[in-house]
């Protein structure tokens, strides 16, 4: 019986820890949306661009030259 209530223990433990965690993150959340207000709109913008880049494109002339180059280096 005390190994049974010493796992109950640890169950409830484990779970409070788990809520503890859930609610530091959702207060984190908050802060960091609290936060992006006082950023100017400018440097924000610089932000999601870096954290968001534009695809390049490749011509198809570089990738055929490429796959040539590839295919030479590999007869090698």
Known sequence: MKRFSARIAEFRRKKDEEQSESEE?????????FLAGYVPKEEQEEEDEEQNPEPIEISSDDSEAKSEIFSESLSE
């Not at 993150?25 to 949306?33: Q, T």
């Open 25 to 33: 993150d959702e207060i984190d959340a908050d802060y960091a949306e």
